[in-house]
């Protein structure tokens, strides 16, 4: 990125190489926050789909 040390893979020292840093330069930038609605969704489709399964075979 503009102004990272090329000889440095964590410029800022934040522990999150720059490549993989949305904010480089900032030590203070927290973490990306994963949205946790498509995890739920996620989840909860596949509690539909064993349950339908379950169903079908009637375990």
């Given at each position: 990125g ?14 999150i ?5 949305y904010?480089?330069?900032d ?33």
């Amino acid at each position: 990125g503009v102004d990272t040390d090329p000889n440095n893979p964590d410029t800022d020292g934040d522990g999150i190489k720059d490549g993989a840093d949305y904010a480089p330069l900032d030590p203070n930038a927290g973490g990306e926050q994963v949205p946790l609605l498509p995890v739920l969704a996620y989840a909860l489709l596949a509690l539909l789909l064993v349950l339908l399964a379950r169903r079908q075979l009637k375990i």
